[in-house]
């Protein structure tokens, strides 16, 4: 069976796309090939490593990627976490579908750590929960 591949976009490829990224590849990578890019690239998010590890899934090993990087490379699917994104890259020309699932931008964030880790939590379980339903449609 061919993996379908997948393209997450997000502003920063910082927080949201990465944590996309991870989740896919570690429960459905059997079916799926996950990646992520950022419109401008930037620095990972070590809160979003932080929430992710706690689900089981390590994206420490991940780095901040631009979308320049997968230009001309065909994906199946490109996914825009963010409005953001949407706004400075409404379709990705190299995907058969382009989709639109716009989560918070995890940087509006203030307030303690905890206030802090507990808003990315939400955004994770966001996030965890749309690739659920996605990949049981596909």
Same mark, same amino acid.
């Given at each position: !069976?061919?993996r379908k591949r997948v393209l997450?976009?997000?502003?920063?490829?910082?927080?949201?796309?990465?944590?996309? $990224?991870?989740?896919?590849?570690?429960?459905?990578? +059997?079916?799926?090939d996950a990646f992520s890019a =950022? &419109?401008?690239? #930037?620095?990972?998010? /070590?809160?979003?490593?932080?929430? !992710?590890?706690?689900?089981?899934?390590?994206?420490?090993?991940?780095?901040?990627? #631009?979308?320049? $990087? %997968?230009? #001309?490379?065909? !994906? +199946?699917?490109?996914?825009?976490?963010? +409005?953001?994104?949407?706004?400075?890259? /409404? %379709?990705?020309? *190299?995907?058969?579908? &382009?989709?639109?699932?716009?989560?918070?931008? /995890?940087?509006? %964030?203030? =307030?303690?750590? +905890?206030?802090?880790?507990?808003?990315?939590?939400?955004?994770r379980d966001e996030i965890t929960? *749309?690739?659920?339903?996605?990949?049981? $449609?596909?």
């Amino acid at each position: !069976m061919t993996r379908k591949r997948v393209l997450f976009i997000c502003s920063h490829n910082a927080a949201r796309s990465q944590m996309a $990224e991870g989740y896919l590849r570690a429960r459905h990578g +059997d079916r799926f090939d996950a990646f992520s890019a =950022g &419109t401008k690239a #930037s620095t990972l998010s /070590p809160y979003a490593i932080r929430v !992710m590890q706690e689900i089981g899934v390590d994206i420490s090993g991940h780095r901040s990627k #631009s979308l320049n $990087e %997968f230009a #001309s490379r065909e !994906m +199946d699917v490109a996914v825009i976490v963010c +409005d953001a994104a949407k706004s400075a890259c /409404p %379709f990705f020309p *190299w995907a058969k579908v &382009t989709l639109h699932a716009t989560f918070r931008n /995890p940087k509006e %964030f203030s =307030g303690t750590d +905890d206030e802090i880790i507990n808003g990315f939590r939400e955004i994770r379980d966001e996030i965890t929960g *749309w690739i659920d339903r996605f990949v049981s $449609e596909k």
